[in-house]
C-alpha cells in the first residue's frame, strides 16, 4: 500500500507557471501507474495526465497538452506535474493518484486504487 501527499498548489496569475509534487511513502511509485486529475468547484473530477508505470509513456488531455508535463523521480520516490501557461480554466484542487493493477496509462477515476488529499491550484486572470 502507498500513501500520497502533494504539495505545490497556490495563487498564480494567468500564463504563470506552478510545480506540483505528489510525494510517495509505503511502497515506490515505480510499481505504479500514476495519474494526475483536478476538480473544479461544481465540476466532476477529470482527467489531466497519466504516466505508465515503466516511466517510458505519457499521456494528457486535450485541455493541458504542450502545457503540462508528467514525472516521476524514482530516487525521491516522487511524481511531478509542471504547469506551464496556465489560464484560469485550470483553477481546481489537483490529485495525484497511483494504479496498483494497471501498468500503462490509465485515464478512468475508476482504475486507481490510491490517492491523494489534493492541493489547490488557482490561476487569476
Known amino acids: 500500500q502507498v500513501q500520497l501527499v502533494e504539495s505545490g498548489g497556490g495563487l498564480v496569475q494567468a500564463g504563470g507557471s506552478l510545480r506540483l509534487s505528489c510525494a510517495a511513502s509505503?511502497?515506490?511509485?515505480?510499481?505504479?501507474?500514476m495519474g494526475w486529475f483536478r476538480q473544479a468547484p461544481g465540476k466532476e473530477r477529470e482527467f489531466v495526465a497519466a504516466?505508465?508505470?515503466?516511466?517510458?509513456?505519457?499521456r494528457y488531455a486535450d485541455s493541458v497538452k504542450d502545457r503540462f508535463t508528467i514525472s516521476r523521480d524514482n530516487a525521491r520516490n516522487t511524481m511531478a506535474l509542471q504547469m506551464n501557461s496556465l489560464k484560469p480554466e485550470d483553477t481546481a484542487v489537483y490529485y495525484c493518484?497511483?494504479?496498483?493493477?494497471?501498468?500503462?496509462?490509465?485515464?478512468?477515476?475508476?482504475?486507481?486504487?490510491?490517492w491523494g488529499q489534493g492541493t489547490q491550484v488557482t490561476v487569476s486572470s
Open positions: 493518484a497511483a494504479s496498483e493493477v494497471g501498468s500503462y496509462l490509465i485515464v478512468r477515476i475508476s482504475e486507481y486504487d490510491y
Open positions: 509505503g511502497r515506490s511509485l515505480s510499481s505504479y501507474a
Open positions: 504516466l505508465s508505470r515503466s516511466g517510458r509513456s505519457t
